[in-house]
């Protein structure tokens, strides 16, 4: 239900959208920002307390992936690694108890919510910008050598799948929501921060968030056209699709580079040389996984075991002194540490939500399910703090009254 008019009531609007926003500003900038939003909003909940909200009850699901992360530990677990992990997993447990009682956004404060992740990533675009371009010709080698440009948060390919999240975000806006861009000034906005996502996704040239972003609109435009039939719109989205890489492989200079490492990358692993290579290495341990579950099909390595065995499995493939990943599949990894039961569990915990019949969302919930989602498939996206934190604070702000 939406907050009310008394003075305590926009008192603790006014702290609700501050933790909001901390969130924002950590997964960008600091993780400490985002766990002290987390806890400040689970906190604030208690306050809450009379407006236990039944419809968003769909959100108990999650509590499951932490459940799995903490029973299915193994018989000779690393615990100082395991804890860690239980440690990131927390928001699974503490977030869905949030929801049940935290006020929903209005129409306008979702609109401002994504205005506000946009000049944050803007913010944190520049930045990087700067730094780019002040050693252009030191970070062009490093794109070459398959390194990534510098971005304010702990990963590159996080930071990309925010990039999208947003940009999808005030794309759909425009498009379907057009109403709520009443003023001039929220139309500039969203015109001048679309246009310059876009820009930096392509920039950036991260490979993982141009695939889902093009996943993306692929899928909405092909469903547009199917049940609009309009051939016009095919055309242009057709031509957009088709017409950004094209530009941004003669105008970017850090896309060019990039198109031709994934070349030279793609042909070295063909030829049987991947290791040392990203690509290569992230087959490699998306292959190592499986072998792990295969090992013990039914319950699993344990989730207090998965990078030990992954090291010994590493160390006698190739060599001690590895930089050993763990599997980069957000399915392989459910499946080798939980077996088919720890998988099954991971997977009604995950999908129910989406799956639910009796939720009242906005679209972005969606979109931050296709985001998330299809980054699990080539990368371990619940095992980050950032990962989580995007998915958890996505399904929070994209619950409707």
Known sequence: MYFRGSRNSKMKEKIYQAFLALMVIGL????????VGMIGLFVLAAFYWQE????????????????????LVGSDPDIPYWFNRLRIHLPFLLLPITFLF??????????????????????GCIQSMTLYYGGLDSYQERLKMGQSIPVPSRSHIRFSMMLVY????????WWKRPHLLDKRWKRTA??????????????????????IL????????????????????????????????????????????KVGYTLYEFKMVLEGHSQGYSNGD???SIIDGWRLFEKNPIWGIGTGSLRVEMKEMASKAYSSDLDVLIPHNQWVIEIAQGGVVGLSIFMVGFLMPF???????????????????????FEPTLETAEGIGLFLLGILISRKK
Do not use: E
Request: hydrophobic content about 60%; overall charge positive; some cysteine.
């Open 166 to 173: 947003t940009l999808l975000n005030l794309i759909w806006i």
């Open 282 to 284: 992230r087959i490699a």
């Open 28 to 35: 960008v900038f600091s993780p400490f920002l985002t766990s």
């Open 214 to 257: 093009y996943s993306i609109v692929s899928f909405f435009l092909i469903r547009h056209i199917w049940v609009t039939k309009s051939w016009r719109l095919g055309f242009w989205g057709l031509l957009i699709i088709t017409g950004m890489p094209v530009f941004s492989f003669f105008c970017l200079p850090s896309f060019k580079v």
């Open 190 to 211: 969203v015109i001048i921060f679309t246009g310059f996502l876009l820009i930096s996704i392509h920039w950036l040239s991260v490979r993982s968030g141009l695939l």
């Open 52 to 71: 236990f909200q039944k419809v968003h009850t769909f959100g108990l699901w999650f509590i499951l992936l932490f459940f799995n992360m903490l029973v």
């Open 355 to 377: 799956l639910s019949r009796n939720k009242k969302v906005y679209y972005s919930f969606y979109l931050v399910y296709g985001v998330v989602g299809i980054s699990m498939i």
């Open 102 to 123: 935290l006020p929903v956004l209005s129409d306008k404060q979702h609109l401002n919510f994504h205005l506000f992740f946009a000049f944050v990533l803007l913010i």
